[in-house]
C-alpha cells in the first residue's frame, strides 16, 4: 500500500485568490495523479502528474488554471488559480507504484469552499 | 478514451439481499479494474483490485468478477448489511464511473 498526506485538508478561499494542495507520498511512486469531485458526483481525473516535465491534462482543464509540480516521485502539488465558486470541489491526489499493474491508491482529499 | 458506464446509478434494498452493481468499459484493452467504496464526506477505500489476466477476486462477502472480453464487470455484495450503504466506485485506472449510491435498510 501506501500513505498519503494532503495539505490542507480543506480550506475556505476568497473569489479570485489561488491556492496550492500538497500530496506527499510516503514512498516512492510511478504514477501520481489528481482528481476533482464536485458535489454529489464522481471522480474527473485533472491531469497526471509526470516527473521533472509538465502534467498531462484532460480534456477541459488547462495548465493555466491547474499549474502542477512534481518535483520528485514522492511529491506533487496541485495549484487553483483564480478561483470562483465553481471551483469549489474536493481535490484528490492519487498514486499507483507502477503503470500497468498499479493498485490506485487514494489521499483523504482537500475540501475547498470558494465564496 | 476509456469509458467507464455504472448501473444502477441507485439502489435501495432491505437488509439480507444478495446484490449485483454492474460495470461496463468501452476499450478492452485495460491493466485492470478496481472497485472503491466511498461514504458520504469520506474518501475512497479501495475494495477489491482484478488485474487484467484474472477473472475474479474475492474479500468476505464481496465478490467482483472481469470480463475483459465483454468489457464488463460486476460486484456481488452477498447477505447486504445497512453498514454497506454507501457509493460504489468502479474504475479501469484512471477513469472512474459515476457509481452506484446503495442504501440497505433494516
Known amino acids: 500500500s501506501a500513505v498519503i498526506s494532503q495539505k490542507p485538508s480543506r480550506d475556505i478561499c476568497q473569489r479570485g485568490t489561488s491556492l496550492t494542495i500538497q500530496c506527499q507520498v510516503d514512498s516512492q511512486v510511478t504514477m501520481m495523479f489528481w482528481y476533482r469531485q464536485q458535489p454529489g458526483q464522481s471522480l474527473t481525473l485533472i491531469a497526471t502528474a509526470n516527473q521533472g516535465s509538465e502534467a498531462t491534462y484532460e480534456s477541459g482543464f488547462v495548465i493555466d488554471k491547474f499549474p502542477i509540480s512534481r518535483p520528485n516521485l514522492t511529491f506533487s502539488t496541485l495549484t487553483v488559480s483564480n478561483m470562483s465558486p465553481e471551483d469549489s470541489s474536493i481535490y484528490l491526489c492519487?498514486?499507483?507504484?507502477?503503470?500497468?499493474?498499479?493498485?490506485?491508491?487514494f489521499g483523504e482529499g482537500s475540501r475547498l469552499t470558494v465564496l | 478514451k476509456q469509458e467507464v458506464t455504472q448501473i444502477p446509478a441507485a439502489l435501495s434494498v432491505p437488509e439480507g439481499e444478495n446484490l449485483v452493481l454492474n460495470c461496463s468499459f468501452t476499450?478492452?484493452?485495460?491493466?485492470?479494474l478496481q472497485w472503491f467504496r466511498q461514504d458520504p464526506g469520506k474518501g475512497l477505500t479501495s475494495l477489491l483490485l482484478?488485474?487484467?489476466?484474472?477473472r475474479e477476486q474475492t474479500s468476505g462477502r464481496l465478490n467482483a468478477s472481469l470480463d475483459k472480453s465483454s468489457g464488463r464487470s460486476t460486484l456481488y455484495i452477498a447477505a447486504s448489511q445497512p453498514g454497506d450503504s454507501a457509493t460504489y466506485l468502479c474504475a479501469v485506472p484512471p477513469t472512474f464511473g459515476r457509481g452506484t449510491s446503495l442504501i440497505v435498510h433494516p
Open positions: 482484478i488485474q487484467s489476466s484474472q
Open positions: 476499450d478492452s484493452a485495460i491493466y485492470n
Open positions: 492519487s498514486v499507483a507504484r507502477e503503470f500497468d499493474t498499479g493498485e490506485l491508491f
